[in-house]
C-alpha cells in the first residue's frame, strides 16, 4: 500500500510545507492556505488540483461525474443539475487530467503474476465512415483477476493506438515476475509488446542472437475464422505470435487462453458510457470528447466504484490501495509534478 505523497509546494516542489492560516470559502467550508519553508510562498490547498478556481461546491462537481458515469449525456446532466454542458465538459476534462497521477500507483508496487486481456471496440465518431477509416475505435486492456482497467484509448485502428495501451503494460513489466497477455484474434497488441519490450537471447551459438521476450512474459492469440474448408496445414486455434524466452514457464492451459472477461466489461461501457448508446445520431461529436469519457469511466471503475463480481474496487483488490477513493479525493488530490 502507497500512502498518499504530502502535499508539495507547487513552485518549488518541497515537501516541506505547513499550514499558513485558514480561509472560508463561498461554497466549499473553510480551507487550507499552506506555506513553503524553502522558498517561503504561500499557495492554497486545491492548487495544483482538480478543483483549482473553481467556485462550484465539490459535492455538485462529484453528482456531475456520477450521472456521466451511469450512461447521461452531457446535456442530460446539465439539465438535472442546472449547469451547463461546457461546464460539466470542463470538470470532466480535470478529473480526467487525475489519470496520470493514479496510473503512478501502480507502478510503485510488486506483483506477484498479472494476467492482462486485450480487446476492442468501437463506436461512431462525428459523421459516419466506413470502420477502417473512423477514430472510433477504442483499444481497452484489462488485468483478469481484479478487474482493473489497465488502460483504454481511442482513435483509428492503426498501430499507433495498439503501441499507445501497450506502452503502459510495458510499464508493469519491470514489476512482475509473471505475466501474460491474452487477446481474441488482434495480433497487434503482441507484435506491439514485441517491439517495445523485446531484448536479445544470448545462446552461445553461432550468428546472430533471437529478439525474445522479456523472461517470464507470455503472449497468446485465439486463432479466428474458419479452417475446415482451407487447404493447406491447419492453423492451432492459440498461437503464440512471437519467440518466447526459453525460460518463461509454459503452464498456461488452453481453457484460459479467452478475453471473456474484458467482453463483459465492453458490455459494461456501452451501458455506462453516453457515446456508445444509441440514442443519438452521432455517438461522440470529437476524439478528444471520447478518450475524456474512457479517462473518466477508467477513474471511477478502477478507484471509486465496487466491481459486481469481485465485490471490491480493482484496485484494491489488485493491492494498489488498501480502501477506496471518493470522487471528492480525486477531485482535491495534487497532481504529478
Known amino acids: 500500500m502507497k500512502k498518499t505523497p504530502p502535499l508539495q509546494c507547487p513552485y518549488c516542489c518541497s515537501s516541506d510545507t505547513s499550514v499558513f492560516k485558514h480561509y472560508p ?22 492548487h495544483n488540483t482538480a478543483m483549482n478556481n473553481i467556485k462550484t461546491p465539490i459535492s455538485k462537481v462529484a453528482s456531475a461525474l456520477r450521472l456521466r458515469s451511469e450512461g447521461l449525456g452531457l446535456r442530460a446532466t446539465g439539465r438535472v443539475l442546472r449547469s451547463n454542458k461546457s461546464t460539466i465538459a470542463l470538470w470532466e476534462n480535470r478529473f480526467a487530467d487525475q489519470k496520470a497521477t493514479l496510473l503512478l500507483y501502480g507502478f510503485c508496487r510488486e506483483f506477484i503474476s498479472l494476467t492482462f486481456e486485450g480487446d476492442k471496440l468501437y463506436t461512431i465518431v462525428g459523421k459516419r465512415t466506413m470502420p477502417s477509416e473512423s477514430e472510433g475505435w477504442t483499444a481497452v486492456i484489462m488485468e483478469r483477476a481484479s478487474r482493473f482497467i489497465v488502460d483504454q484509448r481511442c482513435g483509428k485502428k492503426d498501430t499507433a493506438l495498439f ?6 503494460v510495458c510499464g508493469y513489466i519491470d514489476h512482475t515476475d509473471d505475466l501474460s497477455f491474452l487477446s481474441d484474434g488482434e495480433r497487434r497488441y503482441g507484435n506491439m509488446l514485441f517491439e517495445l519490450c523485446s531484448e536479445v537471447l544470448q545462446t552461445g551459438k553461432r550468428g546472430r542472437p533471437p529478439r525474445v521476450l522479456p523472461k517470464g512474459v507470455r503472449v497468446r492469440v485465439k486463432n ?114
Open 25 to 46: 470559502t463561498i461554497h466549499n467550508g473553510v480551507r487550507k492556505l499552506y506555506i513553503c519553508r524553502n522558498c517561503e510562498r504561500l499557495f492554497s490547498e486545491t
Open 163 to 168: 503501441k499507445s495501451v501497450i506502452k503502459t
Open 224 to 337: 479466428k475464422g474458419d479452417q475446415k474448408h482451407k487447404k493447406g496445414r491447419k492453423r492451432p486455434k492459440y498461437q503464440a505470435p512471437q519467440r518466447e524466452h526459453l525460460d518463461t514457464a509454459q503452464d498456461l492451459k488452453e481453457f484460459e487462453i479467452h478475453a471473456n472477461h474484458l467482453e463483459a466489461q465492453n458490455a459494461a461501457i456501452r451501458r455506462k458510457n453516453s457515446t456508445f448508446r444509441r440514442k443519438t445520431n452521432t455517438y461522440a461529436k470529437t476524439v478528444k470528447g471520447l478518450q475524456r469519457t474512457l479517462d473518466v469511466h477508467q477513474i471511477i471503475h478502477n478507484y471509486v466504484r465496487p466491481h459486481w463480481t469481485t465485490r471490491e474496487v480493482p484496485a484494491v483488490t489488485l493491492g494498489i490501495l488498501a480502501k477506496p477513493l471518493s470522487l471528492e479525493g480525486i477531485l482535491s488530490m495534487q497532481r504529478a509534478a
